[in-house]
Every structure is written in C-alpha cells, then in structure tokens.
C-alpha cells in the first residue's frame, strides 16, 4: 500500500449563461488529490468554486509541514480574494494578479510570525472566467494544458531553470527528462523578489478540456498518455482518477493533484 495515501475528489457542473449565443454550452469539472505512493504528506491544495467561476492549484514546498502551509494560504487568500470581488466591475487581468500578490503577501507574512517556515513556497495557477472568458496566470511548475481534438497543448510555460535551459539550447529536451535540476524553480509564491505574474485571455471553444496538474503528474506521464487520457475519457471525474492511478502506476512518486475543465455541448438546450 502507499504511504499515507490521500484523496480528495470534487465534481461538479454549470451551464452558460451567454442566451444569446447559440449554442447553450456547460461547463463541466472535476478535481482529484493524492499523496502518491512515496510522500507521507501531501503538500498540494486545490479549489474549485461550486459554480465554476474559478479554478486554483498550488504545489507546496518547505520542511516543518511548510509545503501544506504555504499551498493552503495561497489557495485560501485567492479563493477570498476573488469571491470578495468577483460581483464588481474589476478588470480580469487585475483581479487575478491582485489575487496572487495577495496570497504572497500572506506568505511572507506567516514566514516572518514562524521562522521555522523560512524556506516554504508554492507554485500557483489560477484559471477564471469572466463573462464565459477563461483567464488565467500561474508561477511555478504546476500547468495549465488545453485538449483540443487530439492536440493537447501546454498553455502556461514553467518557471524553472530546466525549461530556460532548454529555451536557450544549454540542455536538449531528451536529456531535460532526467537531468538532476528539473524540479529547481526560478519563482514561486513565498518570496520577496517574485516577479509580478501577467494574466492572460486563452482561447476556448465547445468541446475543449482544460487540465490544471501539479507536477507529481507530469513527472510521471508524458504529453501523449496525459492526453490518451483525457481525450478517451469523457466524465471528468473518471479522467481525474484515472490519471492519478495511472501516474501511481508508474511510481508515484510526488503528490498528484488534477483539475479538468470541460466546454460541452448542452444537449437539452
């Protein structure tokens, strides 16, 4: 048996409100967590709105239960944040970089009241939409992938000295996979020198998946059996499971957490 296996699983869903755009659409989404079969915690904490207004996915790092700590505030403070401001006129972009700048705030102030959290951080990835338009902004590894058809695309970009590494020709993909400072962050949330994040529109059209992971996934699964997955599974929450059981399988070896959006065509319409 793993150790101190975890799961958590929301599903859920909402139809669009945009009358006037035929055809209706709905939203469909489901989240999963698990400890994986080698940690003994989990350090990874998600949210989805129950009205699938917004979607978030923090990765937690740190010793003395730092991991949990950090993920959790951020997920907590932007949670907060944009259901405190989600009925007023604010501009997307700002409403979740000012999400973010919040939750790191929130952070460094718990890192002052406990020293012995010091080192803890966190990745984040935020997905909103507004009025039927999907933003998003993220910092860290965590991602942010697009399913559309058979084509399963990244959309956020990792912050990692890896992934500059091979931008800049220092490291050939092939090698990327095994190289010893993958996993070294150039930000994360938990810092005083974080970068201000940038949010950003992404385009979605009805049958498009969006998939919110943090790396426990990607570590275990390439981009092709990820999106064997998603494509060959519709019910979102089964997808979810069935990737997390797929990523144990091949050893599990940090926490998993998944998020799966779904644009679906509302039959009953």
């Known amino acids: 048996m793993p150790v101190g296996v975890k799961l958590n699983i929301v599903t859920a869903q909402v139809n669009s409100t945009r009358q006037a755009e035929p055809p209706k659409m709905k939203r469909l989404f489901a989240g999963a967590t698990d400890t994986g079969c080698v940690r003994s915690a989990n350090q990874d904490s998600y949210h989805i709105d129950p009205d699938g207004r917004f979607f978030i996915v923090a990765d937690g790092m740190g010793g003395h239960a730092g991991g949990e700590v950090a993920s959790q505030i951020a997920v907590d403070c932007i949670r907060e944040y944009l259901e405190a401001l989600w009925d007023t006129e604010s501009d997307p972009q700002k409403l979740i970089q000012d999400a973010i700048n919040k939750a790191n705030q929130a952070i460094l102030k718990d890192q002052s009241?406990?020293?012995?959290?010091?080192?803890?951080?966190?990745?984040?990835?935020?997905?909103?939409?507004?009025?039927?338009?999907?933003?998003?902004?993220?910092?860290?590894?965590?991602?942010?992938?697009?399913?559309?058809?058979?084509?399963?695309?990244?959309i956020s970009d990792d912050h990692t000295w890896i992934a500059r590494a091979i931008q800049t020709g220092v490291v050939n993909p092939e090698d990327a996979k095994s190289h010893p400072w993958r996993h070294m962050l150039l930000q994360c949330l938990g810092r005083e020198d974080v970068k201000s994040t940038i949010a950003r529109e992404v385009e979605w059209q009805p049958g498009d998946r969006f998939l919110i992971c943090s790396d426990g996934l990607t570590e275990e699964l390439s981009d092709d059996r990820i999106a064997h997955h998603l494509k060959g599974i519709r019910n979102c929450q089964h997808a979810a499971q069935t990737l997390i059981e797929s990523a144990k399988l091949r050893g599990g070896r940090d926490n998993i957490t998944i998020v799966i959006i779904s644009n679906e065509l509302n039959q009953k319409s």
């Open 113 to 154: 009241a406990n020293p012995v959290r010091l080192d803890m951080g966190t990745t984040i990835v935020v997905l909103i939409f507004r009025d039927e338009q999907p933003w998003y902004s993220h910092i860290g590894d965590s991602r942010l992938y697009r399913l559309r058809g058979a084509k399963l695309e990244q």
